[in-house]
């Protein structure tokens, strides 16, 4: 089989998704890109049987034009996969074009597009916070009336946290429409903000069918760290999930509503005050934020290789949940050049035994904005509150200091 991998930039995630693809038997990998072939590390570089570099991999006209010219060299494309969130649209929009499997683009835009999404869920009973796609000042300020503050602002189509702001009363509302006034040409979504603990429901589809479920704990929201430069963010997979068979309930009818079929995904939920859950957002594609790595970490299995073969070979072998997981993200306050960081030889020496993998930044890497900082630290043990515990306590010893 002639398998299309399409990477716009080659990230370290992305090139472990490729690695996956690339031990798939019998299966001649080319890889579409933006960055030249050279940009592959050599022994990987050998396995692919092809590259096509494009202007714009976000252009599903680009996307067909590769995988003709990939075809005229090695035989017809079979499968077109990227793991990239803002890749999907293209994607499904290529494949559609090219008559192969995958996401429908119609599936696409629910995932995409914030605005559709929260139509779809809502049209479904999934609930979710409730939304309104503003063009104009006015329209945001009707919808901050009419639910109340605070509110959340977002790009309709962004990813992460990028770009959310927090309106809490009528000054910061006003200071947002001065200096980011939306318009038709760039609307922006509205949201209800959403109180309570904030999860994610990470799931393998097979067919339509709910074959694989996992659920995280964020400490705390990543809207929270984003405004508030002190904090370390934290990720923590439980080992035991039987308390979170209505998150599985809702997340699997949350997927449904907005047209996967088969793939991997991601909803961000909320358990309110209350114990009910809201949705926040999904997306069609594995994880990012080292998510895909704590749950290999937490199942003994290699999640880089299974979402490959899922999209490739339309098969994930179900792995038992075996630890507990998680991640402590190092980040300075603020952004600026790491300088050094602080307590590591005390953190080694508690949490040691528990580390099971440890990314620190060199002297002089460039801290940007987000959440994620530079660097992680993961740990492991077969007791959640045995893992909670080294959560915070690694983020009270480890201080990046900024330049």
Request: with cysteine; hydrophobic share 50%; net charge neutral.
């Amino acid at each position: 089989m002639h398998v299309a991998f399409v990477a716009p930039f080659l990230m370290d995630a992305t090139l472990r998704f490729l690695e996956g693809a690339a031990r798939l038997p019998g299966v001649r990998l080319s890889l579409v890109s933006q960055d030249p072939l050279e940009r592959v590390p050599a022994p990987l570089r050998a396995r692919l049987a092809g590259h096509w570099q494009v202007a714009d991999a976000f252009d599903a006209d680009a996307l067909v034009t590769a995988a003709g010219a990939l075809a005229a060299r090695l035989g017809t494309v079979e499968r077109l996969v990227g793991p990239l969130e803002q890749l999907q649209e293209a994607l499904a929009l290529a494949r559609e074009r090219l008559g192969l499997p995958g996401l429908a683009p119609a599936a696409a835009r629910n995932f995409r597009d914030k605005a559709r999404m929260k139509d779809c869920l809502r049209a479904a009973g999934v609930p979710c916070a409730r939304h309104r796609l503003a063009a104009s000042a006015s329209e945001v300020r009707d919808f901050a009336r009419a639910t109340g503050l605070p509110i959340v602002v977002k790009p309709p189509a962004g990813a992460g946290a990028s770009g959310t702001h927090r309106l809490d009363d009528d000054a910061t509302l006003e200071r947002y429409l001065a200096t980011q006034p939306p318009h038709a040409a760039a609307p922006v979504l509205c949201e209800e903000f959403l109180s309570g603990a904030e999860h994610s429901f990470d799931a393998v589809l097979l067919g339509g069918a709910l074959a694989f479920w996992s659920v995280s704990r964020y400490l705390p929201a990543p809207l929270t760290v984003l405004e508030n430069p002190w904090i370390q963010w934290c990720v923590l997979l439980p080992r035991e999930l039987d308390g979170y068979e209505d998150a599985r309930r809702v997340g699997a009818r949350a997927l449904a509503a907005l047209g996967l079929d088969t793939g991997m995904a991601h909803v961000e939920w909320f358990r309110r005050p209350d114990g009910g859950i809201a949705v926040s957002e999904a997306a069609a594609r594995p994880p990012g934020a080292q998510f895909t790595t704590l749950l290999s970490y937490a199942h003994d299995a290699d999640f880089y290789a299974a979402w490959p073969r899922l999209m490739v070979e339309d098969r994930f072998e179900v792995p038992a949940r075996r630890w507990a997981v998680g991640a402590a993200y190092v980040r300075g306050q603020g952004a600026g050049r790491v300088r050094r960081i602080h307590g590591l030889d005390v953190a080694q020496r508690e949490l040691g035994a528990l580390v099971v993998e440890s990314r620190l930044p060199a002297p002089g890497a460039v801290q940007g904005p987000g959440y994620e900082g530079v660097g992680h630290v993961v740990v492991r043990h077969t007791d959640t509150a045995v893992v909670e515990a080294a959560l915070a306590r690694l983020v009270s010893l480890i201080r990046v200091e900024l330049a």
